[in-house]
């Protein structure tokens, strides 16, 4: 691991932890807001981490309970969206269809946006998601059924493993 | 939406080239002590809330329901063990007496308080208090420190509805949940509670350092009631002392009985994530039952109380996170509210309240009800006759206008002012076209409760007409509603023609209205990338921290927004904590990693260099610049004297408004122009002396998101030279 933990960090994951800022308020700036305080807070107070996957679990975890307070602050003072950020710069094209899922995201609370993320796409299964979230399996069981009408997200069957499905 | 598309559109965020270059910048360099901060707006008035004088009882119910903002509330949760939001379980092999007695005599904690929060039937008489440190003694001492165990949450009993008296152990008092605090809970089987939060440690799930449980021996909780109990009837004003109350001894209400009354209606609301969510449900006969004999049970003649007035009832609102309101008798509007802060609420037929310190056991029962009832569509199908609507519009709309708005900019400075609106007078023939086209409409029946739910309480304008008896609100999605009566546009496409009379009438009338909304629409200009220049005065004082900055200059800002930088240029004086830096220069590191250098120039021209990645003044940043109008307009509303507000066309399609007021016999002008597209191009403020409060003005070639501009290298802090 190099020596500056927090660059180190920020390299490894600074796409997972914007993501999971995203996915969380569906908001580009507010995401690379909430990013920046991530890594700044590593940076400013080390953690000793166990391995990679300690640190992205840290990561994650600090990066959700930022989205969850972040409305608290008024350092809210941008609210670019995606359509807003110069799609060059992302490497990446937006389609209409884009939007709409952003819209959709925006809208989802956050309690349930965060365990759809850390269970659709970053694969973490129940019991994990309870551990790095604090909460009891029941809990995101619920969380994860809520989230997924309000998302109205179509599971494909294929590729699931049975013990994680959550109906 | 499939899952792939999903991740498939989460996998297409990553972070710009930009965002990585500065956060590597960032991250390269020493690490900064890390703070929050605090904004300070100086010589900012609140402006008053804009509400009718008097709300029916049901209205009033739902401004509390609707006026609520979500204020996270940390501790006592009675029944915790069912919360789906509980967090870290800790098992503590041993419970850390030492550490409290230890802060606690270290004055580290010092303002320490006694909550109490039990059953309704009991001692809910109690009152907050002050901790003393024979008191402590007294609680330690009969913890039977001997003979307790320590057990998993998980095997404690579920806990909801139990009595309980809890303490809280904070240096600030139980109303201020920062830093670190403590709270002691135990419950009537003897289970307890001991939390230990961080409110500054985000790392944490809800903020949680550790969470010991422990099952004390039988008795413990009643010696330790009585041990309460009896400090609190040392100085308390309630004379009944240890009334207990049940079903079979009810006290009156104030509204004088419940003979005859019934649940008509019920609705919980809940803040999830700062959103209201507010869902009316269905009353089942049992239901109705089990609610009223709760409310029956009530000691209603004992409980302390206070009559609502302006303050307690926006502290009520600002307090309550989840409510459930109960209506009763709708005839005679009664309603009855109560929240999961332990407040219940009457609120009467004539408007007037009365507020209630019930404890949470009431509010956990009654929702424990409510949660299993069906939830009520809010718009039945049914469609209203053309009676029903010439009535309601007939008896509720008169020449007094009123514009209710909302929007993101409205939101951030929420915090600080109060819901905005503006009023003017509309003629008859006005009145009557929107009376006419609101008759001709065909509309669907809904729930009083109805604008508040999910789909249809997201709009963020409306207009209202307001008086002595009724209340009755149209908004930009098509709702036409007062406090007990709802209906919707069948047809969406009928809401731009009534929308449009009532708009072009109040933007004639009302400079203010204008103006508001221009800044409101020209607010998407802080989402401008690139640099702008700008000549500007800058505020006269600053506070961060409790730190201040005194800056007086005038020169030229060059604003990168992308890189968050910003440079000015000038001459003038910078202070740090009241003392002039006249040397030849002047080094400011802010709490939250920010730095500036400042460098003189000849005599009394300087340099200063700014490199951070926060919001500066209002002067210097485009955004809070729209809100320093906001604020100002507020200011304007809430003085004693409102001299003018104009609004004046210039040639090229922009409007300079003019307004000025006085504020304890000091009058403050403001001149705003701000041109078709809602961009504020200059701004000044000048108080009675005639001096420049702040100002600030785009240069004419100011281009947003200009490749032409560049902006200057920032200055790289030379540690050497800082000035400790």
């Known amino acids: ?139 995101v069981n619920s969380l994860l059924q809520r989230g997924r009408k309000k998302l109205k997200i179509e599971l494909e069957r294929e590729g699931y493993n049975e013990t994680d499905r959550v109906y | 939406m499939k899952r792939t598309e999903y991740t498939e559109h989460i996998e297409k965020i990553r972070c710009s080239e930009e965002f990585k270059r500065k956060m590597e910048r960032q991250l390269s360099a020493a690490p900064q002590e890390a703070h929050e901060y605090e904004d300070v707006v100086q010589g900012v008035e609140p402006a008053k809330r804009f509400r009718p004088n008097r709300f029916a009882a049901i209205a009033a119910a739902l401004v509390i329901i609707a006026g609520g903002v979500g204020v996270s509330m940390h501790g006592i949760r009675n029944g915790h063990m069912t919360d789906p939001m509980f967090s870290e379980i800790q098992v503590a092999s041993d419970f850390p007496y030492a550490e409290i007695y230890d802060l606690y005599n270290s004055q580290q904690i010092h303002g320490t308080a006694v909550y109490k929060n039990v059953d309704l039937a009991d001692i809910s008489d109690f009152q907050t208090g002050e901790m003393t440190n024979e008191l402590l003694d007294s609680l330690f001492n009969n913890f039977e420190m001997d003979s307790w165990n320590t057990v998993k949450v998980k095997d404690m009993a579920d806990t909801r509805g139990m009595e309980d008296v809890s303490f809280i152990l904070h240096p600030d008092g139980y109303e201020r949940y920062t830093g670190v605090y403590y709270i002691f809970q135990i419950l009537e089987n003897n289970d307890a509670y001991f939390i230990k939060y961080d409110m500054a440690d985000d790392s944490l799930s809800d903020h949680i350092v550790s969470e010991y449980c422990y099952q004390f021996t039988e008795g413990t909780f009643e010696r330790y009631r009585d041990i309460l109990r009896a400090e609190n009837a040392e100085d308390t004003t309630i004379a009944e002392g240890d009334v207990t109350v049940s079903a079979d001894d009810p006290q009156t209400p104030p509204f004088g009985s419940f003979d005859s009354m019934n649940v008509q209606q019920i609705a919980v609301s809940d803040f999830v994530n700062y959103e209201l969510q507010v869902v009316e449900k269905e009353v089942t006969e049992t239901a109705n039952s089990e609610i009223m004999d709760i409310l029956r049970s009530f000691p209603w003649d004992t409980v302390p109380r206070e009559d609502a007035n302006e303050e307690n009832m926006s502290t009520l609102a600002n307090g309550s996170k989840n409510v459930v309101a109960i209506i009763l008798d709708t005839e005679k509007p009664i309603s009855i509210l109560v929240d999961s802060n332990g407040k219940l609420t009457t609120v009467m037929e004539d408007g007037s309240a009365i507020i209630y310190d019930s404890g949470t056991a009431i509010y956990d029962r009654i929702r424990e009800i409510t949660d299993g009832l069906t939830a009520v569509e809010p718009f039945s199908g049914e469609i209203a006759s053309q009676e029903e609507i010439d009535s309601f519009v007939e008896e509720n709309i008169d020449s007094q206008l009123y514009y209710h708005i909302s929007s993101p900019l409205l939101e951030e ?212 610049l729209y809100k320093q109008v906001l604020y100002d307009i507020e200011s304007y509303y809430a003085s004693e004297s409102k001299e003018f507000i104009t609004d004046e066309d210039n040639s090229d399609g922009s409007h300079t408004y003019a307004f000025k007021w006085l504020k304890d016999k000091e009058k403050t002008t403001v001149n705003v122009t701000v041109n078709e597209q809602g961009k504020i191009t200059s701004y000044i403020k000048i108080n009675g002396d005639g001096n420049v409060i702040n100002s600030f003005e785009l240069s004419d070639d100011c281009v947003f998101d200009s490749d032409d501009f560049a902006m200057p290298d920032m200055y790289k802090i030379n540690n050497e030279r800082i000035i400790s």
């Open chain 1, 1 to 139: 691991m190099d020596d500056n933990t927090a660059l180190y960090a920020f390299r490894k994951y600074g796409d997972t932890v914007l993501r999971a800022a995203y996915a969380c308020c569906g908001n580009y700036s507010e995401a690379e807001d909430i990013t920046q305080d991530v890594f700044l807070a590593l940076h400013s107070k080390p953690q000793n981490f166990e391995s990679d996957e300690h640190m992205k679990a840290w990561l994650l975890r600090v990066a959700l309970n930022k989205c969850k307070n972040y409305k608290k602050s008024f350092r809210v003072s941008r609210t670019d969206n995606i359509d807003d950020v110069n799609e060059n710069e992302l490497k990446c094209s937006f389609t209409p269809k884009d939007s709409e899922i952003r819209e959709n995201i925006a809208r989802l609370p956050k309690k349930y946006s965060s365990v759809i993320f850390l269970y659709y796409y970053e694969g973490y299964n129940v019991r994990e998601i309870a551990e790095m979230l604090g909460k009891k399996e029941n809990t």
């Open chain 2, 413 to 624: 400075t929420q915090g600080i002012t109060g819901s905005r609106g503006t009023k003017v007078m509309t003629d008859n023939d006005t009145v009557e076209a929107i009376k006419a086209k609101l008759k001709s409409f065909t509309w669907e029946k809904g729930s009083s409760f109805a604008p508040y739910t999910e789909g249809f309480n997201d709009h963020s304008r409306e207009f209202m007409w307001a008086n002595s008896e009724n209340t009755i609100y149209f908004s930009e999605n098509g709702l036409l509603y007062n406090s007990s009566k709802s209906y919707r546009l069948t047809d969406t496409e009928d809401i731009a023609e009534i929308w449009d009379i009532l708009h072009e009438n109040i933007a004639e009338e009302s400079p203010d209205f204008r103006l508001t909304e221009s800044i409101i629409n020209g607010y998407n200009f802080r989402n401008m990338t690139g640099t702008y220049s700008a000549s500007f005065t800058v505020p006269a004082e600053v506070s961060v921290s409790g730190k201040s900055f005194v800056i007086e200059s005038d020169g030229t800002a060059y604003v990168d927004k992308e890189n968050g930088g910003i440079m000015l240029e000038g001459s003038g004086t910078v202070s740090y904590n009241n003392k002039a830096e006249t040397e030849r220069y002047a080094y400011i590191k802010y709490p939250d990693g920010r730095e500036r250098y400042d460098e003189a120039r000849g005599e009394g021209e300087s340099t200063a260099h700014y490199d951070g990645y926060n919001t500066l003044f209002p002067m210097l940043d485009y955004a809070e």
